[in-house]
Structures are given as structure tokens and as C-alpha cells.
């Protein structure tokens, strides 16, 4: 199975900006698509990004024209660019990845979660 790290995450005040990283384990050998999902405390997970191979995105609406989401494929990793934060996107985030491994097993994992703070 592929293993995914996630880091980035922090205490920030509001209108600052984060970067998240996951980075995949090395028996990832490509990724097809990625997400990051946010969770609230009391609240369901929800979706905040997408991209695929292709580089297209989707964000959720309460993100766009702030958050960024990219891929380095070369280094297996996957990017969420964070800017003019809100306490209300205080969450702990989580990464999703689709791919294919080196034994060329397709690959749906989930990261650990990192947690994120905004302080009005």
C-alpha cells in the first residue's frame, strides 16, 4: 500500500497563508488525480480541491480564488497553496491520491490528516 505524509499544517493568523504538502511513499509510481478534504470538528469531511494528471482543478466554492492545488509528479507530491485564511477554515486536512503503484496495483490512499488554525 502507498503510504501518504502529510505536512504544512499550523497555527496561523487570519488572512495568513500555509503551504500543505503529501508526499506519497516511493512505491507510488504515478499519480492519476489528488484531492485535499477538510474536517471540522462536529462537521463531515468536505471536499476543498481537486486536480488530476491532466492538471485540470475543482475547488469548492468557499476556497476558489484563495487556495492553490498542484502536483509534482517527479517528487510524488502533492501541494495545496493556502492564502487569505479564515478562522472558518480551521480543520484538520486530509490528501487523497489515485494512481497506480510500481507493481502497478492501482492506488486509492488517504493521508493522516494535518491540522490546520486560524485565529481571528
Known amino acids: 500500500q502507498v503510504q501518504l505524509v502529510e505536512s504544512g499544517g499550523g497555527l496561523v493568523q487570519a488572512g495568513g497563508s500555509l503551504r500543505l504538502s503529501c508526499a506519497a511513499s516511493h512505491n507510488l509510481y504515478r499519480i492519476d488525480a489528488a484531492g485535499w478534504y477538510r474536517q471540522a470538528p462536529g462537521k463531515q469531511r468536505e471536499l476543498v480541491a481537486q486536480i488530476n494528471s491532466g492538471g485540470n482543478t475543482n475547488y469548492a466554492d468557499f476556497v476558489k480564488g484563495r487556495f492553490t492545488i498542484s502536483i509534482e509528479n517527479a517528487k510524488k507530491t502533492v501541494f495545496l497553496e493556502m492564502n487569505s485564511l479564515k478562522p472558518e477554515d480551521t480543520a484538520v486536512y486530509y490528501c487523497?491520491?489515485?494512481?497506480?503503484?510500481?507493481?502497478?496495483?492501482?492506488?486509492?490512499?488517504w493521508g493522516q490528516g494535518t491540522q490546520v488554525t486560524v485565529s481571528s
Open positions: 487523497n491520491v489515485l494512481g497506480e503503484m510500481v507493481s502497478f496495483h492501482e492506488v486509492d490512499s
